[in-house]
């Protein structure tokens, strides 16, 4: 399979990768950010909005930095799974991340960035041809969207990262760079609820690094993930949660895999105080099932991805209480 | 380029690191003349030589005709495929490594419609681009081709039609890939789109436009492409049945997934003949085939087999890239190369058929299964493929292991505008035989019985035929059974596991090579050759036409001939990729390479033997009954000190005449009945086995995770336990994906949803229990050495066991594959629901206390016992039928014993299509019988 | 009625120079920038034991080892490894001594069709550098990205299992012991000199 012609541009540091995209820019020219290339190389082998040119941060220096308070996006995330400096939770959720061989090449900038997937979007140019066309994909063929038929405005697509729910359950910050500048935010403001605009990444703009508090370290976190193999498939359905053991409204729950962002559900948590009882718990990852709602897109039928949220919710809620 | 792994001269001293590694090469060569690589000749391997005829291996199924062949050296011995060195070191050469100078790239243009006419096609821009060398359409290929000669329905491109998204419509051959891709873009087609069909059921009614039309044997207007009904016994047997089991099946269609996409190369030489590199596992109809397609006679084609990346079944057609990279190539006057992203592979497909299949069990009061009622309704695609036997072996391999009181069977095959189903690994009989085991273990539920005694007490015998006329010779069934009950501890844990945990029990029974040659009379022809050589360097090669797809094939050719001839197997060199020098052969599909190849290979190197075994006697006066082949030498059987050396006495032999040249040939012998569809399922032999698989699952989420598998498999004779065992594992893991993840999803529109292999969920490392595998051996009369197959047969008993563990571990009984977890969760919550449970953690499991009939179950199986091991060794040789557990003598034909007990030719449609869905097929008539006159 | 949405495969993207040390040999190819680096090593340095087998990152016949570190090649750009030391699965025997973990794949029955045999061999070859005694649960993460449609995995596991013994130096013995100098022709001490055809 054969990717369509682009320029691979390699800058070696921050200022350099935001002079590039400055220059792309001036010139009109559109272009993608590529960090591992496990998720651009396939979507770009299937023309999925392919660009002229990449601008590849494998070599910005220090750009994969491994630390317990920043990580860089080029941070691999099989070094994260096997470190053991960050954050268990963190450890834990990059080990379930695809397959090993896959980790290797993975970064923590490009799971949390990750496109969007869609059985309808994710095929090749053939194959989307005999659905006349994706309009995530196609723009400007008019192409209508085959999950929610008649509209050709709304994209949702299912975002599938496994550490985006992780980062938040511990209450991450992402650092945006681009050639205005950098600028720092919680996660949660991190995605745009679409899943063709995805994020709030400017043009020109990447995500750097993520930061960690004090707080976080002293959080007892875990992430349950759905999936039919332990290895490939991404997840049908995760939920991250994490306490500071003792403090109840310390209670931090992100979903993932479920619908076109991560969400981290602070107010269904703050309504459930009483979760550290077993009904209390009940009820909570009843709200939490209530409050997602997954569309057919993905694997496993929709109806019973949510049913699931409230089993992996429970699981995960038990597991950071540890009680079993 | 690598640095080869050159033979070391006079490497006697070398091989053998402190650091485990070792030279690649042929090792420690001796000077010329001994012959073999080890410098001195190995002692007699008793304990590779059989009882019967003065050695230690043990024979518990008897003595062998082919006893006095064994010498000791390889057969029985766990031995490394003979290729393996090129395969471990990246020098294997696949469909796409074949790189020829000058090559150019082919790609191909698929129809984005399901269905559609196509009114034109208009090449010329494409044509008219730089880099681009050729363009080809339907109309440069217009003849069809097919695997099967019945039914030819195949173009190299769409002709008239495209039949679903996928179908090729022309292709275009570039300097480079990009140009080609470029060029396909350019080529602009009108279609006037038809309405489609997906679901099989509705290929059932008449429609305007039917996706084939057959002419006068056309069902109505119906997309039926093959129909089949048979029905034998006694159909009043079941009417006072004391337990019956009644399930409607859903199988999903399942793909190969090899690894190795399909690719090919071809070149047309020099000569103007062509030279056609290929992954085939049935080189010869790929032959056939490019011969009537580019009207060429078959003798102006060399087809080059090149390693294959795994078949499974899904390179035995012959493919319509392969015609088109020689319509390219012969356009071109260059050499194309034509390979399949992993979603091309899809399109071709030739996966498991998606089926509904109805399976009706009813057993008698004294626990025999009288009555098995088969209603399957298979969704073929868009081209006819291997459907027709698929049709058949639906049905037909479900008449054994078990005696049977009466057999009925409706089968109907329709053409759905989805990728071609055809042949995988178990063809035809694995659905079945889920839905078959998981009935019976239903029945046994019902009797109160254990479901291993309920089929111990039903086996047919050894030495025996079945309802539908196979005949069955070898029959380890009950060793198969025996063993896996103990050795799963199964009395022990059956009925006995908490909730969530489970066991279950599941039989398979298949062919060891088809019967019927499909091209040819066996009568007239022989199913497989073997052609042998040896000249004066005392090298064997051996030329066949057996297609070694991994299954070691090669090695086992290889063996035999070792074993026959004693000599070392790096003596040994077997030729079988290319067409112009191997005989001709139907290649690795039904299961058939091991019986078939190995046993002409064998009649070959009895020839050699016997030339090598005259010269000696010339050399030595001893007469050749008085002299034994040991390692390389040939000496007489009371004083070994006696005798000559292999090459002296070759070059005896070979004195005025040159090279030895020798040929085998394998002919079946004559079997089966007469009725309609009675050559479907003959075979010369078949396998059995029996599996006890663990399973645990999450009663919140409903995934199931296979834990531990013992599978005992009847493999006759394991030639090389390697990969005897290797077969049986990767079975169980093809098995286990079909069980659990594997489907060929077909969205709402008619589109495939996963044609790659991430959503196409083939189990990883971790969903593989452990599996033990256990080798019968019931030592096959006709078997070379007593060998049957272990390829197909293996795949069968994993599905119901692992079905049948999923009932003991939470009580839901599944009757649509694979279980996904959505699937076994939507079971769990509608128990949970019928019986008012709020937790699914509080849901109890399956409980047995033993009824009435057990006693009697275990003791007629105790009995049969005994009959069995005495008709495998043949110290019985009485006549034996399916129908003798009814009470019938088996020296008289049975419809003359009983009234109703017969073969039923003439089906009644009202009453068929009370069977199931493809029952309904028969209420539609032939066009030849709907017009005039009658 | 929509569009149409092909995107334009040419014209190529400019070539560059690019280099690299491919087993233990320094290469150096025109490649084009948007190169994948599965299609650099199979189409430009020819080393076609590298397998393309689903080309998006499931099956991982095309694992090789960069800077000792096992890769998808179907998923690395050319680009971000130039100059890097990449083994593929021809670079792992030590000149004409094949790896342990090779002959244990032919020996333990690890390769059957042999297609995905490489990328095997790639992944194992890696966990084996940094580790002589691996547990189970370490083979098995270390052989997931990979996919075996013959052989079911745990023949491959024993395989990797036997390498990781022999690195060990608890192997069985591998051959057994033999004696170059003793007499090359296997032929028994006492054979009588017979003129042919003369006892018939």
Redesign the interface.
């Known amino acids: 399979?054969?990717?369509?012609?682009?320029?691979?541009h390699?800058p070696k540091s921050v200022e350099e990768a935001c002079a590039i995209a400055a220059h792309l820019a001036s010139e009109g020219r559109p272009f993608d950010w590529?960090a591992?290339?496990?998720d651009l190389?396939?979507n770009y082998?299937w023309?999925l909005n392919?660009k002229g040119d990449?601008i590849?941060l494998?070599?910005v220096d220090g750009a994969d930095a491994l630390a317990s308070d920043r990580i860089g996006c080029m941070a691999r995330l099989h070094d994260v799974a096997t470190s053991e400096v960050v954050h268990p939770l963190l450890a834990a959720a990059a080990a379930k991340v695809?397959?090993?061989?896959?980790r290797?090449?993975a970064t923590i900038g490009g799971n949390l960035c990750l496109d969007t997937r869609c059985?309808w979007y994710n095929?090749?140019?053939?194959?989307?041809?005999?659905?006349?066309?994706c309009h995530k994909?196609?723009?400007?063929?008019?192409?209508?969207c085959?999950v929610i038929p008649n509209q050709n405005t709304l994209c949702v697509a299912t975002y599938q990262g496994d550490m985006a729910a992780a980062f938040m359950a511990l209450g991450a910050e992402v650092e945006l760079v681009g050639p205005n500048g950098e600028r720092r935010m919680p996660l949660e403001d991190f995605f745009e609820l679409d899943g063709m605009k995805k994020n709030v990444l400017q043009p020109g703009e990447f995500l750097l690094s993520v930061h960690l508090s004090e707080d976080a370290t002293s959080r007892v976190g875990a992430y349950h993930k759905?999936r039919?193999?332990?290895?490939?498939?991404f997840p049908e359905a995760g939920i991250a949660a994490s306490w500071i053991p003792g403090d109840a409204g310390s209670l931090r729950v992100a979903s993932t895999g479920l619908e076109s962002i991560p969400g981290l559900h602070a107010d269904l948590v703050d309504a459930h105080e009483d979760w550290t009882e077993k009904e209390g718990r009940k009820r909570l990852s009843k709200a939490l099932q209530k409050a997602i709602k997954p569309v057919n897109n993905t694997?496993?039928?929709p109806?019973?991805r949510r049913?699931?949220v409230s089993?992996l919710a429970s699981r995960a809620l038990r597991a950071i209480m540890q009680e079993d | 380029m690598s640095g080869g792994y050159r033979q070391q001269p006079g490497g006697a001293g070398g091989g053998v690191r402190k650091d485990g590694k070792r030279v690649a090469g042929k090792l420690r060569f001796t000077p010329p003349g001994a012959g073999g690589s080890r410098p001195v000749s190995d002692p007699r391997n008793l304990d590779g030589i059989p009882e019967s005829v003065g050695g230690n291996e043990p024979q518990p199924a008897g003595h062998h005709v082919h006893d006095r062949l064994r010498t000791g050296t390889t057969v029985g011995q766990a031995t490394a495929l003979v290729d393996a060195n090129a395969k471990i070191t990246g020098q294997a050469w696949y469909g796409d490594d074949v790189r020829l100078p000058n090559e150019i790239i082919g790609r191909i243009l698929r129809s984005p419609h399901h269905y559609a006419r196509i009114r034109s096609i208009d090449t010329s821009a494409a044509e008219a681009m730089p880099g681009v060398l050729a363009v080809a359409t339907g109309e440069d290929a217009p003849k069809t081709f097919g695997v099967l000669p019945v039914t030819k329905d195949e173009h190299a491109m769409a002709v008239e039609k495209v039949r679903h998204v996928g179908d090729l419509v022309a292709c275009v051959a570039a300097v480079d890939e990009a140009t080609a891709m470029e060029a396909l873009g350019a080529i602009v087609v009108d279609y006037e789109e038809l309405d489609p069909e997906f679901d099989p059921r509705k290929g059932l009614e008449d429609v305007d436009e039917p996706i084939h039309w057959r002419g006068k044997y056309h069902v109505g207007r119906t997309n039926v492409q093959k129909r089949v009904h048979q029905a034998f016994g006694d159909r009043s047997n079941i009417e006072n049945a004391a337990a019956s089991s009644r399930r409607a099946w859903r199988f999903e269609g399942v793909h190969h997934g090899f690894t190795e996409p399909h690719a090919v190369v071809a070149h047309w030489d020099a000569n103007g003949r062509l030279q056609l590199y290929t992954p085939q596992q049935v080189p010869h109809y790929t032959h056939r085939a490019l011969a009537t397609v580019l009207d060429v006679p078959m003798h102006q084609i060399n087809v080059i087999r090149t390693f294959v990346g795994g078949g499974f079944g899904g390179k035995s057609d012959p493919f319509p890239h392969e015609m088109c990279a020689a319509i390219l190539a012969r356009k071109s006057g260059r050499p194309v190369r034509i390979t399949f992203d992993r979603e091309e592979v899809y399109w071709i497909n030739r996966g498991r058929h998606p089926s509904y299949i109805e399976v009706k069990l009813d057993a008698d009061e004294d626990g025999r299964v009288a009555g098995l009622d088969v209603d399957a309704l298979i969704d073929g695609g868009a081209f006819a493929s291997f459907g027709h036997v698929t049709s058949y072996y639906n049905g037909v391999l479900a008449t054994a292991p078990y005696e049977l009181g009466s057999f009925h069977y409706t089968g109907a095959r329709v053409w759905t505008n989805k990728p071609a189903s055809g042949a995988m690994r178990g063809h035809g009989a694995v659905n079945t035989r889920c839905a078959v085991e998981v009935g019976l273990d239903d029945i046994a539920e019902q009797l109160a019985v254990d479901p291993i005694d309920l089929r111990l007490a039903n086996l047919l015998p050894p030495h025996s035929r079945t309802i539908s006329g196979f005949r069955i010779t070898s029959n380890g069934m009950r060793e198969a059974l025996r063993r896996v009950r103990e050795e799963s501890g199964w009395d022990q844990k059956f009925r006995n596991m908490p909730l969530g945990k489970g066991i279950g029990i599941g039989c398979g029974f298949f062919i060891s090579g088809s019967g019927l040659p499909i091209h040819w009379d066996p009568n007239r022809f022989p199913h497989a050759t073997v052609h042998i050589q040896v000249d004066m360097d005392g090298g064997v090669t051996v030329h066949t036409g057996a297609a070694d797809i991994g299954q070691g094939s090669t090695t086992a050719v290889a063996q035999v001939v070792s074993e026959v001839l004693a000599l070392p197997l790096d003596m040994i060199h077997v030729r079988s990729h290319e067409s112009d020098t191997s005989p001709v052969d139907l290649g690795s599909y039904s299961s058939r390479v091991t019986f078939m190849n190995c046993n002409a290979a064998i009649r070959a190197a009895m020839e050699i033997r016997e030339s090598l075994l005259n010269a000696a006697w010339d050399m030595l006066g001893y007469h050749p009954t008085t002299l034994v082949m040991v390692d390389r030498r040939i000496v007489y059987k009371h004083d070994p000190s006696v005798g000559v050396s292999y090459l002296q006495a070759l070059h005896k032999a070979q004195e005025d005449k040159g090279a030895l040249i020798a040929r085998g040939a394998y002919r079946s012998p004559p079997m089966g009945g007469v009725h309609k569809g009675a050559a479907a399922g003959l075979a010369p032999a078949y396998s059995f086995s029996a599996y006890v698989a663990e399973v645990d699952v999450d009663v919140e989420t409903g995934l199931v995770k296979c834990t531990r598998v013992w599978a005992a498999h009847d493999c006759g004779k394991a030639l090389n336990p390697l990969a005897v065992e290797g077969q049986i594992i990767g079975s169980c893991h093809m098995g286990l994906g079909q069980v659990l993840s594997e489907r060929m999803t077909y969205g709402r529109t008619g589109h495939l949803q996963n044609a790659n292999l991430l959503q196409y969920q083939i189990p990883s490392v971790h969903e593989m229990p452990h599996v033990t595998p256990i080798i019968v051996e019931s030592s096959d009369p006709e078997g070379p050495f007593g060998a049957k197959e272990a390829g197909e047969g293996p795949l069968l008993p994993i599905l119901p066991a692992v079905c049948n563990a999923v009932y003991d571990a939470i009580g839901v009984r599944p009757s649509s594959l694979p279980l996904s977890p959505d699937v076994v969760w939507g079971d769990i919550q509608k128990r949970m629901k019928s019986e008012g449970v709020e937790d699914p953690l509080d849901l109890e499991s399956p409980r047995l206390t033993h009824g009435p009939l057990q006693e009697k179950l275990a003791s007629r199986a105790e009995e049969h016992y005994g009959r069995d091991h005495a008709r495998q060794r043949t110290e019985d040789t009485s006549p034996y039928v399916n129908g003798v557990l009814f009470g019938f003598d088996p020296t008289r034909p049975i419809d003359e014993q009983l009234e109703g007990w017969a073969a039923i030719d003439d089906p009644d449609p009202e009453s068929m299509a009370e069977m199931g869905y493809a029952g309904r097929a028969w209420l539609k008539q032939e066009q030849r019988h709907m017009e005039g006159d009658d | 009625m929509v569009g149409e949405a092909r995107v334009p495969m040419l014209p190529h993207a400019p070539k560059t120079v690019w280099k690299a040390d491919v087993n233990d040999r320094a290469v150096a190819v025109l490649a084009p920038s948007n190169a994948v680096l599965l299609d650099v090593l199979r189409d430009n340095v020819g080393q076609l034991g590298v397998k393309r087998g689903c080309d998006l990152g499931t099956c991982g016949c095309c694992a090789v080892l960069v800077d000792g570190q096992p890769r998808l090649s179907c998923m690395t750009l050319a680009g971000d490894v130039e100059g890097c030391a990449i083994t593929t699965v021809e670079g792992l025997a030590d000149g004409h001594h094949l790896a342990p973990i090779q002959t244990c794949f032919a020996e333990h029955g690890g390769s059957q069709c042999g297609f995905c045999t490489p990328g095997f061999l790639i992944s194992a070859q890696a966990l084996l550098v940094q580790t002589s005694s691996p547990t189970l649960a370490e083979v098995n993460e270390a052989i997931e990205g990979n996919l075996c449609r013959c052989t079911g995995f745990q023949p491959i596991v024993e395989s990797v299992m036997a390498a990781a013994a022999l690195l060990r130096g608890e192997g069985e013995a591998p051959e057994p012991p033999t004696h170059p100098h003793a007499d090359p022709h296997p032929s028994g001490p006492d054979e009588p000199q017979l003129p042919p055809g003369h006892a018939r």
């Open positions: 399979m054969l990717t369509p012609p682009f320029v691979l390699r590529v591992g290339g496990t190389l396939p082998k023309h392919p990449v590849s494998a070599h695809a397959s090993s061989l896959i290797r090449s059985f095929q090749s140019e053939d194959w989307r041809r005999s659905i006349e066309w994909a196609d723009c400007g063929t008019g192409a209508d085959r759905l039919v193999r332990e290895t490939w498939d694997v496993l039928p109806r019973y049913s699931m089993v």
